[in-house]
């Protein structure tokens, strides 16, 4: 929920707030929706397996891939919102 947000908060408002150009951020804010995106398709599909999990009794660990994948995404977009704030003002 909170990329979903960030992606409104980054997009919409803060070239109003900042009387900066758009582009930018309505990218930036393009990109937190595809995490947001991410994020709740993937949640959904975790609960999935892990009620299947439950029910055969056995373990599923979340995959190294995607852990890092999403952490690896949020950093860049946070990185990338820091300078593009830094450098608007």
Not at 22 to 48: D, F, K, M, S
Not at 62 to 80: D, Y
Request: net charge positive.
């Amino acid at each position: 929920m909170a990329a979903t947000v960030g992606a409104l908060a980054v997009g919409r408002l803060a070239p109003e707030v900042l009387h900066v150009a758009a582009w930018p951020y309505v990218v930036l804010g393009a990109g937190y929706a595809a995490l947001a995106i991410g994020l709740l398709v993937t949640g959904a599909r975790r609960q999935r397996e892990l009620e299947r999990a439950i029910d055969g009794r056995s373990l599923v660990p979340l995959s190294f891939h995607v852990e890092t994948a999403f952490t690896v995404g949020g950093i860049v977009l946070a990185l990338t919102t820091i300078v593009l704030v830094i450098a608007q003002t």
